[in-house]
């Protein structure tokens, strides 16, 4: 069956990094494009970025556009998310996702930026 497992998360301070990873299995890693979201206390879930199935093509959100950086390694069945300059309002569980006949989402990894 699919499984995404995210970890990487932790405690940082404002202006901090931290990388976050995926791992993927049950499925061909490599033919399908990979996301991250997020999803703050007593707010919706965020899409955050999308990198497509070979890592051609990448797209973030607005609010972590030239601080965030998403990649995959599609010999590990792994994509990554480093953050860099880590605001208060990054705060969030982030979570990875794909998405073919149904989405399919990972059991999130707590971020919190806080000095």
């Known amino acids: 069956q699919v499984q995404l497992v995210e970890s990487g998360g932790g405690l940082v301070q404002p202006g901090g990094s931290l990388r976050l990873s995926c791992a993927a299995s049950g499925f061909s890693f490599s033919s399908y494009a990979m996301s991250w979201y997020r999803q703050a206390p007593g707010k919706e879930r965020e899409w955050v970025t999308t990198?497509?199935?070979?890592?051609?093509?990448?797209s973030y959100a607005e609010s972590v556009r030239g601080r965030f950086t998403i990649s995959r390694d599609n010999a590990k069945n792994t994509v990554y998310l480093q953050m860099n300059s880590l605001r208060p309002e990054d705060t969030a569980v982030y979570y990875c996702n794909t998405r073919f006949q149904r989405e399919y989402w990972g059991q999130g990894t707590q971020v919190t930026v806080s000095s």
């Open positions: 990198i497509t199935n070979i890592g051609a093509s990448t």
